[in-house]
T-cell receptor, first 116, second 114 residues
């Protein structure tokens, strides 16, 4: 069963606008973590933001925020004031803390293109 | 700060040849991983090592072997390369206690099997 689902293969946004990248997850664990990574065209994987399942507040890191809706099992990434340098692939991932070794499972990614 | 270093960055093999991808981390992390990335598939876990001395299969282990040489180094070996193993390979490491446990990645190794 797919644990992480990213339904948007590609998204377009104009510079300076906000964009939301969708991520839904599937787990029966009570303790888990959700991660977002950015992969620019150069290929490296850059960690952006983390949300723990017990965190009451949505995580924020600069222009990145994570819209965590536990009941809906969604962990959408919101990028405010998009910049041209935000054009990249974005991956959502989950780590389950109560189920064996805590492997990180990734979604298939969303390609974001920011236009001037 | 080197972080996670993997070599080589590019490699072209013929079907049936063998090769080893090397990975080293200098962050004193206990856990190390090998992922492969294919278009439309995201990152899929090949093998992981929870701690020095242990290795386990991930989602797509067939055709690969690994060695956790010491705490710093985790290598991935293709014994008899196949065109289906053409991919970008990422090594990663993480702490197993404290913090979120995010993965720190190497720059990737692009492998083409002809």
């Amino acid at each position: 069963a797919q644990k992480i689902t990213q339904t948007q293969p590609g998204m377009f946004v104009q510079e300076k606008e906000a964009v939301t990248l969708d991520c839904t997850y599937d787990t029966s664990d009570q303790s888990y973590g959700l991660f977002w990574y950015k992969q620019p065209s150069s290929g490296e994987m850059i960690f952006l933001i983390y949300q723990g399942s017990y965190d009451e507040q949505n995580a924020t890191e600069g222009r990145y925020s994570l819209n965590f809706q536990k009941a809906r099992k969604s962990a959408n990434l919101v990028i405010s004031a998009s910049q041209l340098g935000d054009s990249a692939m974005y991956f959502c991932a989950m780590r389950e803390y109560n189920t064996g070794f805590q492997k990180l499972v990734f979604g298939t990614g969303t390609r974001l293109l920011v236009s001037p | 700060n080197a972080g996670v270093t993997q070599t080589p960055k590019f490699q072209v093999l013929k079907t049936g040849q063998s090769m080893t991808l090397q990975c080293a981390q200098d962050m004193n992390h206990n856990s190390m991983y090998w992922y492969r990335q294919d278009p439309g598939m995201g990152l899929r876990l090949i093998y992981y090592s929870a701690s020095e001395g242990t290795t386990d299969k991930g989602e797509v282990p067939n055709g690969y072997n690994v060695s956790r040489l010491n705490k710093r180094e985790f290598s991935l070996r293709l014994e008899s390369a196949a065109p289906s193993q053409t991919s970008v390979y990422f090594c990663a490491s993480s702490a197993t206690s404290g913090g979120a446990g995010e993965l720190f990645f190497g720059e990737g190794s692009r492998l083409t099997v002809l």
